[in-house]
């Protein structure tokens, strides 16, 4: 019976390919070619096609890190620049993997992976070849690893970051996707890892646009590539995942801690040490892996005075993990920032995740140290991490040198607010960081935007992510960044503007005559000429944060706006705002403290004028001199971190000689050499305020 069925399904099979090739021998040449082409092509959009496939996101993040036994991947790996996107594996051009190689002399391999141009990493693509100094694309990033599994363990391929898409293929199977750059990630590789040589592919795509966070416009560098350290981290079987600790709610007697875990059954115990606070006690796992509990100890607080660390050492399964952890309270009161009850006032700069002396991104710990010791020097006890999750030395560091930290994710500008995939990105990226810092007494402040517009969908995107982030972490402050100042408040400083304008001296009559024009119009509500003015910040996001954090540029942008707006020479008006900003004030209906996030304005170093013309280095020092003045005279301001203490790589500065592709508004140049306005900040920051 059964062979009856073979032999007539084999005949069928043979009398279909007889028939195949009579039809095929009818066609004419030219219908043979393209029904060959045919072939090709669908074979051809299917592999196009596998680029959107459904890749597996990764696991949540594996926190302690670096108390986790690893094996580093970083070194030279091999670049493939493919700004038409068709090396996916298996294609006919890209034809990986396995790895070709043409050893015959006829084998056509045009994505050769040996052959291909190094490149380091971790860093960023950009500037390691000038030729990808602009590029904004996809590329191919391979290396090969040998390891031998283990029974019992599990091997995860961490990526500190890859900006901004990467799917990462291993041994020729697609492990999975992450979207959204700058925070770190994991995929558990066991079952893909074979014993001796495996091949690490993986695909960058470093296009950024309307809907991915950030968007595709912004006034730093989107070095791409994997900008941070990448790990194959061994762990077992039975694991803790991460574990937070941190000082209960207005309490200095009782540490809360909580952990998770994997592969250990509900009922089992997680152990944590305290040696220096006497601390050993154990806590039950729950049906969903977590235990939690409180410790009572009475651990000396941390604060930039004296940034006490404490070994805890947190055991369960197969994990014995230890990490040096601080512990301080952050609150606010009325209009005042407290640490550990006391109030402080932050005195900050804000910062890029670049190196000083150095093109392209900052990856190591000393560059991250090189960085902070600069903010040191200028007096600061507070650091503004802008825009995006930088790399996790920072708050390790900052942590040991007793600095604050004010952490961020890259919901900058306008972004696709309505979009439920981005808001799932941001999302991401904040859990992220939050689970990967928590145990930093340096972080007092996690932002959530900055500079978002004022509308209803921003405000709902905001409070999700503002939600999110008190429901992971209540032992911080949540802030972002805002636009402050609205249409009316911009008129009556104008007509304030008009009224010293027409008081001066230095005015020339044809200014004089608009600013009279202004005056006029005004009539009975027209200012007098020594009138200042109180700026209130009351976007309504203020009511959801802890903090109003406010980013202003008088006497930078704010004079261009007046000058148009008015029709008065930017030359004329300049020096004017600089007078007015003495009399401005800031203040918020929110009874909640002030941070000026951002002020600052362009300087290229060396470059000097009596005159005080911008981009000198004169005239950076006068508008920090007027903003000084200006913001010390508000008693609700509690907080200033000046935009920048570096100037920055940004595709949005190319005025030739001056900018040259560097946003300069840093307190230091690129190559560490302070400016100015570095030591009156620093005189500022030693003094009373
Ligand atoms: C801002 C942005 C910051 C820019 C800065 C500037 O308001 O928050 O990312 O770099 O202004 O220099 O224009």
Redesign the pocket.
């Known amino acids: 019976m059964l062979k009856k069925s073979i032999i007539s399904a084999v005949s069928a099979t043979i009398l279909a390919a007889v028939a195949f090739a009579i039809y095929f021998s009818s066609l004419t040449k030219t219908e043979q070619a393209r029904w060959l082409l045919s072939l090709t092509m669908s074979e051809g959009e299917a592999l196009f096609q596998s680029s959107d496939e459904a890749y597996a996101s990764p696991p949540p993040l594996l926190g302690w890190l670096d108390a986790r036994q690893k094996e580093s991947l970083n070194g030279e790996w091999s670049i493939i620049i493919d700004p038409m996107g068709v090396g996916t594996p298996g294609s006919i051009f890209g034809g990986y993997p396995p790895l070709r190689r043409n050893t015959s002399g006829m084998t056509l391999v045009e994505y050769d992976f040996e052959r291909a141009q190094r490149i380091k990493v971790p860093g960023d693509v950009n500037t390691q070849d000038p030729r990808l100094f602009f590029y904004r694309d996809k590329f191919w990033l391979y290396r090969e690893l040998s390891v031998a599994p283990k029974a019992g363990r599990r091997q995860l391929l961490h990526f500190g970051a890859a900006n901004f898409t990467a799917t990462v293929f291993l041994n020729g199977r697609a492990v999975g996707r992450h979207e959204g750059g700058y925070v770190p990630f994991h995929f558990d590789v066991t079952d893909e890892l074979r014993e001796g040589r495996n091949e690490l592919l993986v695909w960058i795509d470093n296009r950024l646009g309307d809907q991915s966070i950030p968007t595709g416009r ?3 560098w989107p070095y791409g590539g994997l900008t941070r350290d990448v790990y194959l981290v061994e762990v077992p079987e039975a694991r803790i995942v991460n574990a937070k600790l941190s000082l209960a709610k207005g309490r200095t007697d009782q540490i809360r801690f909580r952990a998770s875990a994997q592969g250990i059954a509900a009922g089992e115990t997680v152990r944590v040490q305290i040696g220096a606070l006497n601390v050993d006690e154990t806590f039950r796992l729950d049906g969903a892996g977590v235990a939690e509990g409180a410790l009572s100890a009475q651990p000396e607080l941390w604060s930039p005075e004296n940034p006490k660390l404490y070994e805890v050492t947190v055991s369960g399964g197969g994990s014995v993990l230890s990490e040096r952890i601080g512990f301080r309270q952050i609150e606010t009161r009325g209009t005042q920032i407290l640490l550990n009850g006391e109030p402080i006032k932050l005195r900050g700069i804000s910062t890029h995740e670049e190196p000083i002396g150095r093109e392209g991104v900052a990856h190591s710990a000393n560059d991250m140290r090189g960085l902070l010791a600069e903010a040191k020097a200028l007096g600061a006890n507070f650091v503004r991490a ?2 995006y999750p930088y790399n996790r030395h920072l708050a390790r560091l900052a942590d040991e040198m007793g600095l604050l930290l004010w952490e961020e994710i890259p919901v ?2 306008q972004i696709d607010w309505d979009n439920e995939n981005t808001l799932a990105i941001a999302r991401d990226q904040m859990a992220r960081l939050v689970q990967r810092d928590w145990n930093r007494a340096s972080v007092i402040i996690w932002s959530v935007a ?2 978002t517009p004022n509308t209803r969908e921003r405000l709902r995107f905001l409070r999700r992510l503002i939600e999110d982030t008190r429901g992971m972490d209540d032992s911080r402050l949540v802030s972002a ?1 805002l ?1 402050g100042g609205s249409g009316p408040d911009f008129a009556l400083i104008a007509a304030r503007l008009a009224a010293r304008g027409v008081a001066s001296a230095d005015v020339p009559d044809e200014d004089r005559k608009i600013f009279q024009g202004v005056l006029d119009e005004a009539g009975y509500f027209a200012p007098s000429a020594g009138e200042g003015y109180t700026l209130s910040i009351d976007d309504p996001l203020g009511e959801h944060t802890d903090i109003i954090a406010y ?1 202003e ?1 008088f006497g ?2 704010y004079s261009v706006l007046f000058s148009r707006q008015l029709g008065i020479d930017e030359a004329v008006l300049r020096p004017l705002m600089l007078e007015f900003m003495r009399d401005l004030r800031f203040t918020s209906k929110y009874e909640k403290p002030i941070h000026i ?2 002020f ?1 304005a ?1 300087a290229k170093r060396g470059n000097r004028s009596e005159a005080g013309h911008i981009w000198s280095e004169d005239y950076q020092l006068r508008v920090y001199e007027a903003q000084l003045e200006m913001l010390t005279a508000s008693p609700q301001v509690q907080g200033l971190s000046p ?2 203490l570096k100037d ?1 790589r ?1 595709m ?1 500065r190319p005025l030739a000689g001056v900018q040259d592709y560097y ?1 300069r ?1 840093g307190l230091i140049d690129e190559n560490g050499e302070r400016k100015a306005a570095f030591y009156l900040m620093r005189d500022f920051y030693q003094g009373e305020w």
């Open positions: 912004t006034d730093w802008a825009h900058y500008w900055n500079e960044a636009l980013n540029y930078w942008y996030s951002e600052g362009g935009w920048i920055f940004a949005l946003n508004k």
